[in-house]
């Protein structure tokens, strides 16, 4: 069983459309992020979730938008995408928001056209 | 600002040979310190980390790190090196009064030659 898992793996799409990633863990982590990984391999985070609650909402631009529906699953919606948007995006899960090892997904290899 | 420098962007070495990627941090409190690996096309595995007490520690596929509080450095070893660990490697400071969040470097792509 995979620990994080995302998907889609790939998405190709235009500028201007609407696009969600899902990402579910099944390792009874509470808390979850999502990181950004640039063309330069650049690795920053975007946001955390503790339990459902937002915990960390680095600058980033309000076209991204996580959902935790609960606390296995953080999703990230991003509106109007741009050709900048383009990268690779990385789940992540921890036991809890201290201290604790981050276990990362495979990653979704997002393309703006 | 917390951030992490890996000074090398690139290392070659032979296969079989000893191999040191450096990382230097800047946290003004006691850190908590990682290393990944990313294979290409693959997400980032955790090869090890520190978060206190005995300052080398002891890692998956053979690898080593030593935390020096004086020099604020990390560095990842491996006593002979393998094929297979060709990959780019990513030391991490946890930030945990900031939710537990990772400050990356710009990381390390190791390519061993047969």
């Given at each position: 069983d995979t620990a994080v898992s995302q998907t889609p793996k790939y998405l190709v799409t235009q500028m201007g459309n609407d696009k969600s990633i899902k990402c579910e863990q099944?390792?009874?982590?509470d808390t979850m992020y999502w990181y950004k990984q640039d063309s330069k391999k650049f690795l920053k985070i975007m946001f955390s979730y503790n339990n459902k609650e937002l915990i960390i909402n680095e600058t980033?631009?309000?076209?991204f938008s996580p959902k935790s529906p609960d606390k296995a699953h953080l999703n990230l919606h991003i509106n109007s995408?741009?050709?900048?948007?383009?990268a690779v995006y990385f789940c992540a899960s921890s036991f809890?928001?201290?201290s604790d090892t981050q276990y990362f997904g495979p990653g979704t290899r997002l393309t703006v056209l | 600002a917390q951030s992490v420098t890996q000074p090398d962007i690139h290392i070659t070495v032979s296969e079989g040979a000893s191999l040191e990627l450096r990382c230097n941090y800047s946290y003004g409190a006691t850190p908590y310190l990682f290393w990944y690996v990313q294979s290409p096309g693959q997400g980032l595995q955790l090869l090890l980390k520190y978060f206190?007490?005995?300052t080398l520690v002891q890692g998956i596929k053979g690898f080593e790190a030593e935390f020096k509080r004086s020099q604020s450095s990390f560095n990842l070893r491996k006593p002979s090196v393998h094929w297979s660990d060709a990959a780019e490697y990513f030391c991490a400071v946890g930030l945990m009064e900031y939710g537990n969040k990772l400050v990356f470097g710009a990381g390390t792509i190791l390519r061993v030659k047969s």
């Open positions: 099944n390792l009874g982590h980033v631009p309000n076209r995408l741009e050709l900048g948007d383009s809890n928001r201290e | 206190s007490g005995d």
